[in-house]
């Protein structure tokens, strides 16, 4: 059973910094793209970010490029969210997610993902 498990999440003030991190363990973390997404209370989860099989390819959100970083460690099994500049408009549970296919490609749609963790809660104080 593949699961995903987040953490790093926490209170931060605007302009500090937060790393996510989330351990994939069940199958084999290599051959699948990775995606981070955030949902804040009463809206729809949206894509923050997401990276290939070997992370040479990256793709992000308007609202977080430049200041977020996706990365992956496959001997670690770990996909990583350096988040810089923090804004109160960033503070969401943030969820890791990765497909069921091998070698799909990235994607910025939620529904193309199978597998989610639980959500690591982040708050950004003004």
């Known amino acids: 059973q593949v699961q995903l498990v987040e953490s790093g999440g926490g209170l931060v003030q605007a302009g500090g910094s937060l790393r996510l991190s989330c351990v994939v363990s069940?199958?084999?973390?290599?051959?699948?793209?990775m995606g981070w997404f955030r949902q804040a209370p009463g809206k729809e989860r949206d894509f923050v970010a997401t990276?290939?099989?070997?992370?040479?390819?990256?793709e992000y959100a308007d609202s977080v490029k430049g200041r977020f970083t996706i990365s992956r460690d496959n001997t670690k099994n770990t996909v990583y969210l350096q988040m810089n500049n923090l804004k109160p408009k960033d503070a969401a549970g943030y969820y890791c997610a990765a497909p069921s296919r091998r070698y799909y490609q990235i994607s910025t749609r939620p529904y193309e993902y199978t597998h989610w963790g639980q959500g690591t809660q982040v708050t950004v104080s003004s």
């Open positions: 069940g199958r084999t973390f290599s051959p699948y793209t």
């Open positions: 990276i290939n099989q070997s992370g040479g390819t990256t």
